[in-house]
């Protein structure tokens, strides 16, 4: 049974540029949270979303971040505009429930020059 | 808010020696409590959880907790250390948050060296 997918695992963008990650669910789950990893911060959340719907986003930063989970393939969570303080090491976490226990991808590693 | 704290930051043990990582977290109601372990590079792997019952929940590679409601503390423990469990340990609390969801909150972590 496949774990948590989350691609590319590594991404280099330049400011400004967009940053698109993208996370697969354990199979049979359809809770998916994120989580930003910075230096010195620590694992913080960002957003909930359960299929087509975005549940809890009180995380995330108000701009220039977004989040998707449709019907049809991965969680995309979306960047525009990198600056050098998004680098961080971005996780996607999926639960069978809510309350559920939360089973972590790889994580992808954003580094904006 | 709920917060979780990780006294220790830095921990080293000898191989075979035992372990006892701290954590603490502030909470009103019982929380669901968790420990997760991060190698370098890695993801996070959960190595126990508590919900309810039995507060002294075994877990993963020889790793065990021990939920005190009166100390607000759910140490993790493991009586004899291998060179492979060097690694970032984290504690974690779930809480429902009010917008719909079980988010989880993490302590800043313990980072564990062992020497052989």
């Known amino acids: 049974n496949a774990g948590v997918m989350q691609n590319p695992r590594h991404l280099v963008r330049r400011r400004g540029q967009e940053a698109r990650l993208r996370c697969s669910p354990m199979k049979g789950h359809s809770h998916v949270y994120w989580y930003r990893q910075l230096p010195e911060e620590g694992l913080k959340f960002m957003v909930y979303?359960?299929?087509?719907?975005?549940?809890?986003e009180s995380g995330m930063p108000k701009e220039r971040f977004s989040a998707e989970f449709p019907k049809e393939g991965p969680s995309i969570l979306r960047i525009q505009q990198v600056v050098r303080g998004d680098s961080a090491a971005y996780f996607c976490?999926?639960?069978?429930?809510?309350?559920?226990?939360?089973?972590f991808g790889p994580g992808t590693r954003l580094t904006v020059l | 808010a709920q917060s979780v704290t990780q006294p220790d930051i830095h921990i080293t043990v000898s191989e075979g020696a035992s372990l006892e990582l701290r954590c603490n977290y502030s909470?009103?109601?019982?929380?669901?409590l968790f420990w997760y372990v991060q190698s370098p590079g890695q993801g996070l792997q959960l190595l126990l959880k508590?919900?309810?019952?039995?507060?002294l929940v075994q877990g993963i590679k020889g790793f065990e907790a021990e939920f005190k409601r009166s100390q607000s503390s759910f140490n993790l423990r493991k009586p004899s250390v291998h060179w492979s469990d060097a690694a970032e340990y984290f504690c974690?609390?779930?809480?429902?948050?009010?917008?719909?969801?079980?988010?989880?909150?993490f302590g800043k972590g313990t980072k564990l060296s062992v020497i052989p």
């Open positions: 508590y919900f309810s019952g039995d507060t």
């Open positions: 979303l359960q299929k087509e719907n975005i549940i809890d």
């Open positions: 909470y009103g109601a019982t929380p669901y």
């Open positions: 976490a999926s639960s069978l429930q809510e309350y559920n226990e939360q089973f």
């Open positions: 974690a609390v779930s809480e429902y948050s009010g917008a719909g969801s079980y988010q989880l909150t």
